[in-house]
């Protein structure tokens, strides 16, 4: 046989060869912790509130959702607000920065007002506008300045500091 023929056809028994082993871990389970093994953590791969950060902010690993407990009669619940946070570029001066994308996605056609964060010590490096998001207090962040986000609605910021603040929804209010 041809030797552009052989390689060929290696190329390809060793492309399906990959093409089954990721699909073999991708639906036996195993995938859950493959990120240890494979060393995907030493690549920037977090796992924040269930939700996986990859160090690029325009892609983003959507895991499935799972709907929330609704007690009989409930419109919305604090897990219809879904946080996700990633790195990005850092300031000139070499502080880390990270983006956040707060989103509500009530299943119900809800708006959704009032939304407190725990949020710890939040500071940030970068000026971030009052009216998307603020510290009240310790662990006790608003956002939207309170105002309602709308079913689908999503809104975003950046912030600087030396490490990731775990941001979590405390309350919210259902309009």
Excluded at 21 to 32: A, N
Excluded at 58 to 82: Q, S, W, Y
Excluded at 104 to 113: A, R, Y
Aim: proline share 6%.
């Amino acid at each position: 046989m041809n030797r552009r023929v052989l390689l060929a056809l290696s190329s390809f028994a060793f492309a399906v060869l990959f093409l089954f082993f990721v699909v073999f871990v991708l639906f036996s389970g195993q995938g859950k912790n493959i990120s240890d093994s494979m060393g995907l953590n030493q690549l920037g791969l977090k796992n924040y509130q269930g939700n996986i950060s990859l160090p690029t902010p325009h892609r983003k690993l959507l895991l499935p959702m799972e709907e929330p407990n609704r007690i009989r009669g409930e419109k919305c619940t604090k897990a219809d607000i879904v946080i996700n946070q990633g790195p990005t570029a850092p300031l000139p001066n070499g502080i880390p920065t990270y983006t956040v994308e707060i989103v509500n996605m009530c299943v119900t056609g809800c708006d959704i007002s009032g939304i407190h964060l725990n949020c710890g010590w939040f500071s940030s490096a970068h000026l971030i506008n009052p009216k998307i998001f603020k510290r009240l207090r310790y662990n006790d962040c608003l956002v939207n300045d309170g105002k309602p986000l709308v079913n689908g609605g999503t809104l975003s910021f950046q912030y600087a500091n030396t490490f990731l603040y775990p941001l979590s929804v405390s309350r919210v209010v259902c309009s």
